[in-house]
T-cell receptor, first 111, second 111 residues
Framework: DAKTTQPNSMESNEEEPVHLPCNHS???????IHWYRQLPSQGPEYVIH?????VNNRMASLAIAEDRKSSTLILHRATLRDAAVYYC????WGAGNMLTFGGGTRLMVKP | EAGVAQSPRYKIIEKRQSVAFWCNPI?????LYWYQQILGQGPKLLIQ????????DSQLPKDRFSAERLKGVDSTLKIQPAKLEDSAVYLC?????????FGPGTRLTVT
């Protein structure tokens, strides 16, 4: 399975944008880029996913590099409730919907 | 829409005892997953069901762990006998064909 590399932790100020990077240099053509986040004492929750084009939803934006070897999850205005561990996961199309979690990035938001 | 339900939320047992966890997925979700999350790590998939059949149990320690999904709805995960290293949060998730929805997890402490 293609692996992802994320920083262990990041800090942000409240109401400022946050850019969470993810490297996936061995991504294959059928790998989708998924992001999940896990708030304290909760199960992970889906954030966003994409294949080649940038994606936006109510929670975040996903910017995918042209060569697809990296991506960035963008939170446009961080709030204290966005403090969580963010996981970048590659999911291969047709591979049974499995998710392989890495260590993720712990985002701390300062008031 | 009701989410994934799990019980109990917390369990403390002594090593060599047995324990069982229960999961009720979101109605209509054919795929159900059990994950183990050790403190400070990302979740690790233990077993995946499609309806009541096993799709992947390659990371399930079958000498002590077992899981079943009767009638393709609820599922139970059992550990017998438990070891100290089984202390973790056990997460259940369900999905249709895209994102996974996670329950709150059961925190198991083995003493």
């Amino acid at each position: 399975d293609a692996k992802t590399t994320q920083p262990n932790s990041m800090e942000s100020n409240e109401e400022e944008p946050v850019h969470l990077p993810c490297n996936h240099s061995t991504i294959s053509g059928t790998d989708y880029i998924h992001w999940y986040r896990q708030l304290p004492s909760q199960g992970p929750e889906y954030v966003i996913h994409g294949l080649t084009s940038n994606v936006n939803n109510r929670m975040a934006s996903l910017a995918i590099a042209e060569d697809r070897k990296s991506s960035t999850l963008i939170l446009h205005r961080a709030t204290l409730r966005d403090a969580a561990v963010y996981y970048c996961i590659l999911k291969r199309w047709g591979a049974g919907n499995m998710l392989t979690f890495g260590g993720g990035t712990r985002l701390m938001v300062k008031p | 829409e009701a989410g994934v339900a799990q019980s109990p939320r917390y369990k403390i047992i002594e090593k060599r005892q047995s324990v069982a966890f229960w999961c009720n997925p979101i109605s209509g979700h054919a795929t159900l997953y059990w994950y183990q999350q050790i403190l400070g790590q990302g979740p690790k998939l233990l077993i995946q069901f499609q309806n009541n059949g096993v799709v992947d149990d390659s990371q399930l320690p079958k000498d002590r762990f077992s899981a079943e999904r009767l009638k393709g709805v609820d599922s139970t995960l059992k550990i017998q006998p438990a070891k100290l290293e089984d202390s973790a949060v056990y997460l259940c998730a369900s999905s249709t064909d895209s994102e996974q929805y996670f329950g709150p997890g059961t925190r198991l402490t083995v003493t």
